[in-house]
């Protein structure tokens, strides 16, 4: 079964902090997603990456910064966390250009 | 650019009646088709897909979904739902690009007792 693991599934931040969010993959996927999950807004998209050390903006990458620099890893950096990122965060592999993604148990993250 | 369309935020069904779910899609071509469902908490699980072929397609659950590209539908339908199935429900399509999906805004099953 393919597998992807997001390291917090509850995290508490205070305004300003930097938080680190992590996503693991074991399939050897080339692509890995982040989205954001707010209610009536669905998925959208922040950035994507196609292969280590690239990245590309999705829909919403304001206030937010990625890193890939193994294969298998894939974080989402908040520089300077805010109450209006308060939200779930869902990361997703696929093979490179296949449709389907494979989703992580999200992380419900709090800035207070 | 592509976009899904669920019209429905929420619906409200009994327990043993049947489902409809509704998704509309805006794509140039026949896109890839993805019905998701999430339980409160939890992350996305695959319900079924459709990719070309036969447009009436399985999935787990005993869902299923048909493909009408007249209409640029892809709706997904259970004969008789449970009250396991009360979740959020989301529509999503590829266009084969790198981008990964673009997903609807989801709609939110209740399942009356």
């Known amino acids: 079964d393919v597998k992807v693991t997001q390291s917090s599934r509850y995290l508490v931040k205070r305004t300003g902090e930097k938080v680190f969010l992590e996503c693991v993959q074991d399939m050897d996927h080339e692509n890995m997603f982040w989205y954001r999950q707010d209610p009536g807004l669905g998925l959208r998209l922040i950035y994507f990456?196609?292969?280590?050390?690239?990245?590309e903006k999705g829909d919403i990458p304001e206030g937010y910064s990625v890193s890939r620099e193994k294969k298998e890893r894939f974080s989402l950096i908040l520089e300077s966390a805010s109450t209006n990122q308060t939200s779930m965060y869902l990361c997703?592999?696929?093979?490179?250009?296949?449709?389907?993604?494979?989703f992580g148990q999200g992380t419900r993250l709090t800035v207070v | 650019a592509q976009s899904v369309t669920q019209p429905d935020i929420h619906i409200t069904v009994s327990e043993g009646a049947s489902l409809e779910l509704r998704c509309n899609y805006s794509y140039g071509a026949t896109p890839y088709l993805f019905w998701y469902v999430q339980s409160p908490g939890q992350g996305l699980q695959l319900l079924l897909k459709?990719?070309?072929?036969?447009?009436l397609v399985q999935g787990i659950k005993g869902f299923e979904a048909e493909f009408k590209r007249s209409q640029s539908s892809f709706n997904l339908r259970k004969p008789s739902v449970h009250w396991s199935d009360a979740a959020e429900y989301f529509c999503?399509?590829?266009?084969?690009?790198?981008?990964?999906?673009?997903f609807g805004k989801g709609t939110h099953l209740i399942i009356q007792p």
């Open positions: 990456s196609y292969d280590v050390k690239m990245k």
């Open positions: 999503a399509v590829h266009g084969g690009g790198a981008d990964g999906l673009t």
């Open positions: 459709y990719f070309s072929g036969d447009t």
């Open positions: 997703a592999s696929s093979f490179d250009r296949a449709p389907e993604a494979f």
